[in-house]
């Protein structure tokens, strides 16, 4: 038996990944190419300019690493983090605590400001502990993916733009579903993943730097301690007239990035937000008409990705095991402290559309 002849459809409603939309299928198996082929070349280099342009900035290193959202996050810190640096993590959820994890591995000296998991990140406490230290990179996840916490990127970047820190954001729940303008809000070294917004399958992590990240990396004592994400010598392959090996790069993953990219920018950027927004408000009126209610306040609730509190006395592994097996529906759970305590719901991507929305409300009417 082979086991990809029976694969069911599942409409993806979890955290990631999202659903896939036909054309980013069939862009996926064209024909695989050399990976220095000028055919190739030149998708690469378009590629590049529709990343600019969805992380709207004009940053020249911005390409997609081969690897998934954590690769991009290991990316940014292997590059700018050397042993003893200040780094400071806003921390509201597991991904946060993620970024702690991966900047204390590399020597980083590293203070935290932690927040309630379901609420923001407090600027006034960011403001009271930069004047404090002097940090060399303070970083946060915009959309918290654990939680379905917003947090202010763009406010706390104000707080950086006239100093020496490197402003380090995590969108890869963000990009394509809400607005992430990277030069505008000061951010300078920024990472997503495909599966969320992008709605392609998971696989390459989108990253930009800006030209202050880019001279601190310039700039290193030391070498970067890892050579498969060593930007340095990638760049060698992404940019410039003749182009260099480094490893060797998942080309028919770039092929579907490339069309995932297409048409996120066919539809417009304001109008995949737009449409986001109103899925998430179709989504949590039907929620509400069956009495279920959200676990994060109204101003702070990011439309992609949708916490719900489980009733007391509601059997929430069987909830979501129903949805699967009888109505071919996922949706996720809660991690670490949330974990039995909410469902997350994803209406990521290609997933955003009310028949989809439509659907999960009358399963959940059913199964509850
Ligand atoms: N950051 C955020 C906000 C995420 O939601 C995720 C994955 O869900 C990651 C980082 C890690 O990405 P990946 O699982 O693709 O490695």
């Known amino acids: 038996m082979n086991l990809l002849d029976n694969i069911e459809e599942i409409l993806l409603m979890g955290p990631g990944p999202s659903c896939v939309s036909d054309a980013v299928y069939s862009a996926l198996s064209k024909k695989t190419l050399g990976h220095l082929d000028p055919h190739f070349v030149r998708i690469m280099d378009e590629t590049k300019v529709k990343l600019q342009q969805v992380f709207k900035t004009k940053n020249s290193l911005t390409f997609p690493i081969s690897g998934t959202g954590s690769a991009g996050m290991e990316s940014c810190f292997v590059n700018l983090v050397e042993k003893g640096d200040p780094v400071l993590i806003l921390i509201n959820g597991v991904f946060g605590m993620r970024m702690q994890d991966v900047a204390s591995r590399l020597g980083a000296e590293v203070d935290s400001l932690e927040f309630e998991w379901g609420t923001p990140v407090d600027i006034d406490k960011v403001k009271d502990k930069i004047s404090q230290k002097q940090y060399k990179i303070v970083a946060v996840v915009h959309a918290e993916t654990s939680t379905g916490v917003c947090n202010p990127v763009e406010d706390l970047g104000e707080l950086f733009k006239p100093t020496k820190t490197i402003y380090l954001v995590d969108a890869v729940t963000s990009l394509g579903g809400i607005n992430v303008a990277v030069d505008e809000w000061g951010v300078d070294a920024c990472y997503s993943g495909t599966q969320k917004c992008l709605s392609c399958p998971p696989g390459l992590s989108p990253l930009t730097f800006s030209d202050k990240a880019v001279s601190a990396l310039k700039n290193r004592k030391s070498k970067v301690p890892n050579w498969y994400l060593d930007l340095s010598m990638i760049i060698n392959y992404w940019e410039g007239s003749t182009r260099t090996y480094h490893h060797t790069a998942p080309i028919n993953m770039i092929y579907g990035l490339y069309e995932a990219l297409n048409l996120i920018l066919e539809e417009g950027l304001d109008k995949a937000f737009k449409r986001h927004m109103d899925n998430h408000r179709l989504l949590v009126t039907g929620l509400d008409e069956i009495g279920l209610k959200m676990l994060v306040d109204k101003p702070y609730r990011l439309p ?10 509601l059997d929430e592994a069987r909830v979501r095991q129903e949805l699967l097996t009888k109505y071919k529906i996922e949706i996720g759970a809660g ?34």
Not at 304 to 313: A, E, F, K, R, T
């Open 335 to 368: 991690l670490g402290p949330l974990a039995g305590k909410i469902f997350r719901i994803g209406l990521m991507g290609h997933t955003a559309r009310p028949e989809n929305v439509n659907r999960l409300l009358q399963a959940l009417k059913e199964v509850i």
């Open 304 to 313: 992609m990705l949708n916490s719900i509190l489980v009733p007391d006395g």
